[in-house]
Every structure is written in structure tokens, then in C-alpha cells.
């Protein structure tokens, strides 16, 4: 036995414990106003932000000390300073780096951790429906702030005139919508084009409509319950796969849908998980975070439906060329890239 190995280990689990745990602190900071009411970067003792936010000042200097301890706050004298870096990512909802709505989805594998055991045991299913619900508003929490810095301003302009096509107007498909975050912000940016979402789970279908209304959007765009492969239409412009078509248990079956389903000089936008063709090539921070997160939520909810390909989180360019080329496609192409995903175009 290498006893160097051994102690080195042996850290990087007190670590991953210790990060786990920040998890949880990340989400009382969340539900509480507790990053909010730091997001002045201004020092603050335990005792003043008692008085901020209606928390109990001792429990507040325990989790001010944990926040100091991870690097998260600063402590100085008795006070704690939340760096205006950190409130970026952790105070700031409109801020393109918020990440704290996401500490929901981690949350969500510790809930559904008995039903993980069964699937693990059994066929390997467990369907999206059937996670604990801050799974979902987790899931549009943590990809809100991408879609809205870089989805209008950046992965549109990369597609071959899509743009235009939306500015004149076009008709826009969002399968796999969740709560509708992209499709929301397609409309506000476009309004001249007419948008419809699609989603097999009631209860996010329920939701996105309410996003729509919300946003004043609801006279172009709606929702509706359906399939990636029995959705009504056949000219759509414009067919959208945000960070979904990977949990699919027919992602063939799903893109062959998508190319009956689109005009002749239409578009598949694919937004996916950042991953490389390998494991290898995978072992990052990112793809340790997908594929821990894949484990739970993407391939068991593939395995839950028909053909149950299992693509999981990091399927990587080369296995979503395969998709789309045996379902019909001629043109595939990483059109952008961002540390967190792989924006891909097909057409026919």
C-alpha cells in the first residue's frame, strides 16, 4: 500500500464531504436572502445580518463561518464580505455566472437516492417525473443564466440564417421546454416569430405557460404536452433540443421526428452538455459533474422509455453525429461552444 496515495485520497474525500455539505449551505443562503442581502459586498457581522433578514444571528455566524471556510465570503475582524466575484454566482439572478438556483438539482439526487437504489437493482429506469420537485425548478434555475447570456446573442447568430428567418418570422418548435426558459427568451427577442413548446411532463407544461403569460409573451408563444416523437406540425423553421435530447430514450427516433417535421431549408438547433468523444477526455470538473449528475437523472430517465438508448450527460459530438445521421440528416455541425455545452446545427 502507498501510504502517500492513501493520505492523498483520504483528502479528496474530506473535500467532496465538505463540498457536499456546502451544497446545502448554498441552498439555505438561496432560500433565505442571505446571498442577497451580502450582494453590496459591504462587510456585515452576524449579529447586523440577524437584523437584515430575520435569521437567527448565532446559526448565522455558523453559516458565515462555513461560507468563510470554503472561500465562498471573506472574514475580517468579526465581519463577513461577500466578494462582489462571488455574488456574481451566488446572489444575482440576471448574472450570466448564477449558479446557486442549480444546488437544487444536487439536492434532488440525495431526495430520490432510495429510488436510484431500486433502479440500480432493477431495469435501470427512473423517469423525470418521478423526481422530488426541486429537481425541476433546480433544472430551469441553472440554465436560465446561460440561455439568457448566450442564446440570443451568441448560439443563434452561429446557425446559417436563422436569424433572419426569426426577425421576418418563423415558426419555432422547443421540444424537451421544461419551464419554458428558453422558449421565453426566444420570443422576447423575436417578435414577429411564433414559438410552441413541447414537453411530456404536465406539471412543467403548467409552469411554462405561466412563464409565457408572465413575460407577455402569450400571445406567440404556448405549451403543450407531447412527445420529442408524436408533436403536430410539419413546417417548422426552427426545431430546439436544450439540454434534453441526451435523457431521450429514442434520440433516433426523436430526430427522425424532428426532420419530417421541418420545412425543407429548417433547422435543428441541438444544445447539449459539453463533453468530449471519450471518457478520458471527459475526466474534468464538468464531465465529473455530468456524469454524476447523468447517473441519476439522464440515463435512468432514458432506460425509462422506449429503446432506452442511454445516450447519458456526455454523449459527446460524435455519438449525437450518429443520432442524427441515422435518422436522415446531411448536415451536422458544431456550430459554438461554451465551457458547459456543445451547440450543434442539422439540417437536411
Known amino acids: 500500500m502507498d501510504e502517500v496515495k492513501l493520505q492523498a485520497f483520504m483528502g479528496q474525500l474530506v473535500s467532496d464531504m465538505g463540498a457536499a455539505a456546502m451544497l446545502a449551505n448554498i441552498i439555505l443562503g438561496d432560500e433565505l436572502g442571505l446571498y442577497k442581502a451580502m450582494a453590496d459586498s459591504q462587510p456585515i457581522t452576524p449579529e447586523a445580518l440577524a437584523v437584515k433578514t430575520g435569521c437567527n444571528a448565532r446559526l448565522l455566524r455558523e453559516w ?29 439572478e440576471d448574472s450570466p455566472v448564477y449558479v446557486a ?9 440525495f431526495h430520490d437516492k432510495d429510488k436510484l437504489v431500486a ?25 436560465r443564466p446561460g440561455y439568457r447570456a448566450h442564446l440570443v446573442s451568441e448560439w443563434l447568430p452561429t446557425l446559417d440564417g436563422v436569424v433572419e428567418k426569426l426577425q421576418a418570422g418563423a415558426r419555432v418548435a422547443d421540444i424537451g421546454c421544461g419551464h419554458g426558459a428558453s ?34 409573451v402569450a400571445d406567440r408563444v404556448s405549451f403543450q404536452q407531447g412527445s420529442a416523437k408524436d408533436y403536430p406540425g410539419t413546417d417548422y423553421d426552427l426545431i430546439c433540443y436544450f439540454d434534453c435530447l441526451h435523457d431521450m430514450g429514442d434520440p433516433v427516433g426523436a430526430a427522425r421526428h424532428a426532420l419530417a417535421s421541418l420545412k425543407s431549408d429548417g433547422t435543428v438547433l441541438l444544445v447539449e452538455p459539453f463533453a468530449h468523444d471519450t471518457l478520458e477526455q471527459n475526466m474534468t470538473p464538468v464531465g465529473r459533474l455530468f456524469y454524476a449528475a447523468s447517473t441519476f437523472i439522464c440515463t435512468p430517465n432514458s432506460l425509462s422509455q422506449e429503446v432506452g438508448l442511454g445516450l447519458g450527460a456526455q454523449a459527446g459530438e460524435g455519438r449525437l453525429r450518429q443520432v442524427f445521421e441515422a435518422a436522415g440528416f ?19
Open 101 to 109: 438556483g442549480g444546488a437544487s438539482v444536487i439536492a434532488a439526487l
Open 183 to 216: 422558449t421565453v427568451i426566444m420570443a422576447q427577442a423575436f417578435a414577429a416569430s411564433r414559438f410552441v413548446g413541447f414537453d411530456y411532463h404536465a406539471p412543467s407544461v403548467a409552469i411554462a405557460n405561466q412563464r409565457a403569460r408572465d413575460a407577455g
Open 119 to 143: 433502479a440500480m437493482r432493477g431495469d435501470g429506469a427512473l423517469a423525470w417525473g418521478e423526481h422530488h420537485p426541486c429537481m425541476f425548478s433546480g433544472t430551469e434555475r441553472f440554465f
Open 64 to 92: 458565515l463561518s462555513a461560507q468563510a471556510a470554503s472561500g465562498y465570503v471573506e472574514h475580517t475582524a468579526g465581519s463577513f464580505r461577500l466578494p462582489e466575484e462571488q455574488a456574481l454566482a451566488l446572489a444575482i
Open 330 to 348: 446531411s448536415r451536422f455541425r458544431r456550430a459554438t461552444e461554451t465551457p458547459f455545452n456543445l451547440i450543434l446545427e442539422a439540417r437536411k
